[in-house]
């Protein structure tokens, strides 16, 4: 079963058989990484300050997490976050697929994560590198019985619920809130990865975890 209507946030319902693979540490060639499956996502403090209110800071988040931002993009060439990249020691660099979990002491809400952002000119962050783990997925005429948030313009679809079938049953691991990033050799806009996921019997999954 499937469906979908291509809208700010939209829930789908997709069905897969699964089990969850934890996989080693990876980096991507896009330059994020992401920590092994079984060790706690890693967090560190990173403080920029705004030359000027309207500084750009030169990335591009997200607010599919209820509880944090996530970083879709940093732009390479001007910002402040590319700045700090370009002098921080390496375990300490901003990088594609981290969250920013909290900014100035707001935290567990990514709107006011967000707002504080916008509004603060100096911004002392924690910045939280998810967890990378894999699932193995087949579909069998079943229903999957999950909802997955996402944005049209957006990369990734995001577990929003898990109801009573395929994936609660033979992929206990997934969990709300967990973030699939690619679907087989599919990877980029959610609409390309809902398109994979409709599309073929047999799925690869690859999956970041925040907690």
Avoid at 126 to 139: D, E, G, N, V, W
Wanted: aromatic share 4%.
């Amino acid at each position: 079963m499937f469906a979908c209507c291509l809208s700010e946030e939209t829930e789908n319902v997709i069905e897969v058989n699964a089990g969850m693979v934890i996989s080693p540490e990876v980096m991507d060639e896009e330059g994020a990484a992401a920590h092994d499956g079984n060790v706690p996502a890693r967090r560190f403090r990173v403080r920029l300050q705004k030359p000027s209110p309207k500084a750009q800071l030169g990335w591009h988040l997200d607010t599919m997490h209820s509880e944090a931002m996530f970083v879709g993009g940093i732009v390479e060439s001007r910002g402040l976050v590319h700045q700090h990249n370009e002098i921080a020691l390496e375990g300490e660099r901003i990088l594609v697929n981290d969250y920013i979990v909290a900014v100035n002491g707001v935290s567990g809400d990514s709107l006011a994560i967000g707002e504080e952002l916008k509004t603060a000119q100096v911004l002392d962050m924690t910045i939280q590198r998810p967890r990378r783990l894999f699932a193995a997925c087949r579909k069998d005429g079943r229903e999957l019985r999950m909802d997955l948030k996402h944005y049209p313009s957006g990369s990734g679809l995001l577990v929003h619920a898990i109801g009573d079938g395929v994936a609660r049953a033979q992929m206990p691991e997934l969990q709300v809130g967990d973030r699939i990033m690619r679907v087989n050799d599919v990877t980029g806009a959610s609409s390309g990865l809902i398109e994979a996921i409709s599309g073929a019997d047999t799925l690869s999954l690859e999956v970041l975890r925040i907690h």
